[in-house]
């Protein structure tokens, strides 16, 4: 946690979410292993724009703009951890995906953690876990839709 970000209250620095979703581990994988396949409007895109930048993959969307992003931990078809690349601070959060086997199909879990590092303002970080709790409800949705479609 920076100096600026001492006051905020340290549990808020993780988001977790996770869905169930009816099909194969492999099926979620290939989804998850789409660098920011969870950049868009509620919607996965069936072909996102990204390009490799040295280490980095590079998203570019045509609303929200560019986001370069990690992959840190890859652990198939169980484990997934990216890191996203703030443009501005060089900071950034971290974002792990799990799948996790069950009856019928997989959990599909996202953890983000880092906020509290973020070279922003204490209302810009506040805002910024306010808009991603809702987030990841709003794009794991989005995933169990994009992946239930591709396999019918």
Do not use: C
């Not at 998850?32 to 868009?40: H, K, L, Q, Y």
């Not at 950034?92 to 973020?118: C, K, M, N, P, Q």
């Amino acid at each position: 946690m920076t100096q600026l970000h001492q006051d905020i209250d340290p549990e808020l620095d993780r988001i977790e979410r996770s869905i169930e979703i009816d099909a194969s581990a492999e099926k979620v994988w290939s989804l998850i292993t789409r660098p920011g396949w969870w950049i868009n409007e509620g919607e996965v895109d069936a072909v996102a724009d990204v390009r490799r930048e040295g280490d980095l993959d590079v998203v570019t969307h045509p609303k929200w703009g560019e986001f370069r992003i990690a992959t840190l931990e890859r652990d198939e078809p169980r484990h997934l951890v990216y890191r996203w690349h703030d443009n501005a601070s060089g900071g950034g959060t971290t974002v792990e995906f799990r799948i996790d086997e069950r009856a019928g199909g997989v959990i599909l879990s996202v953890v983000e953690t880092g906020f509290l590092s973020l070279d922003k303002s204490r209302e810009d970080v506040l805002h910024h876990i306010e808009e991603n709790s809702g987030g990841w409800e709003t794009e794991l949705a989005a995933a169990r839709r994009y992946v239930l479609q591709a396999a019918a």
